[in-house]
């Protein structure tokens, strides 16, 4: 895929990342639309509340931002607005800082070809475990909510209220834990999506990082892929991350920012 294909497939892959699960749970929304999607999954908590995927006009760029961030608003929850290389306007994040917003973070769009990933096996003690059950899946979800210090509590509500479609049968949305002794200390998913397989939430907790298991819950993930069929494989990377992929095969295609209302929702 050129540079454009793959912005567009990525695209396609978050939407399903941040709103296959959204929008078959009560209470949660997801507006799903040609120039734009935003989805509200209920909670006070801007992990799971997004805009992202703008395929905006000039003609109806100003009335359109307005009436996602009145949504948010309206409800009071915070979320966050991800720009990406293949959004529109060219200039949408100008746009939004006008509005409010302000840019939080800013990462890389990798992509790799899965033919010549080498497979290796995981450092000795780990065991790596496709999600299966709800136990498997709440193991996932504190490792990830230990990003935040104290862990985040939201991280857990969504995958307990969620778990009833991502754990059933054709989900696009596949879970990893890395097991250690029996204990959970690292995590990752993987979305299936726009034609490409999408790498996210990749965890270590702290007390066992530099040790090989966030390559081994990377690898693994996209060897499974490789074996659905897929070919490419695409994730979002920080700065201080990238290397890590780049040794995976990974190259950079272009840029992500997220966008956030700099205070309040």
Known sequence: MDPIELAHAADGNFVTHAGWAAARVPGMVVRDEPDLVLVDSGLACDTFNFVLRARLDRETATRRIAGALQHFRRAGRPFSWWVGPADLP????ALLEAR??????SELAMAAGLAGLPEEPPPA????RRVRTPAELADFARVNAANWSPPDEDVLRF?????PVTLSPGAPQWFY?????GAP???AELTVGGGVAGLYGISTLAGFRRRGFGSALTRRPLLDARAAGLGTAVLQASADGAPVYRRLGFATFGGIVEYKPASGP
Do not use: K, N, Q
């Not at 060219?90 to 994040?93: K, P, R, S, Y």
């Not at 995958?159 to 778990?163: F, G, N, S, V, Y």
């Open 90 to 93: 060219a200039d949408l994040g």
């Open 159 to 163: 995958h307990e209220r969620t778990a």
């Open 185 to 187: 200390v690292a995590a």
């Open 100 to 105: 409010g917003l302000e840019p939080s973070e």
């Open 125 to 128: 003690g780990l065991e790596i």
């Open 177 to 181: 834990v890395g097991y250690l002794e």
